[in-house]
Nanobody, 124 residues
Framework: QVQLVESGGGLVQAGGSLRLSCAAS????????MGWFRQAPGKERVFVAA????????YYGDSVKGRFTISRDNAKNTLYLQMNSLKPEDTAVYYC?????????????????WGQGTQVTVSS
């Protein structure tokens, strides 16, 4: 059974940085594509970033390109999201997600396992 636990969220001023982590249990992490999504109050969950099983390929939503960096450490079963130059519109609950296979996807229905989410609040 896969369990994902996010951490690292919090309150930060605009222009600041945060690093989210997602610790995964089980033995499938190193062979699975992973993603980050976010959901603001009253809005749908949207794609933020995704990474291939090896970490060799990364993909980003248009709103975070150039500011966020997704990475992974397969030896530690951990996924990361480095968020720089944060804006108030980045305020949301951030979720990490894992696929059952290596195929990278950009929509939430394509992911099989989800964490509980971590709140990120950016003040202006």
């Amino acid at each position: 059974q896969v369990q994902l636990v996010e951490s690292g969220g919090g309150l930060v001023q605009a222009g600041g940085s945060l690093r989210l982590s997602c610790a995964a249990s089980g033995d499938t992490f190193s062979s699975a594509a992973m993603g980050w999504f976010r959901q603001a109050p009253g809005k749908e969950r949207v794609f933020v970033a995704a990474i291939s099983w090896s970490g060799g390929s990364t993909y980003y939503g248009d709103s975070v390109k150039g500011r966020f960096t997704i990475s992974r450490d397969n030896a530690k079963n951990t996924l990361y999201l480095q968020m720089n130059s944060l804006k108030p519109e980045d305020t949301a609950v951030y979720y990490c997600a894992q696929k059952r296979n290596r195929a990278v996807r950009y929509t939430s229905p394509d992911y099989d396992y989800w964490g509980q989410g971590t709140q990120v609040t950016v003040s202006s």
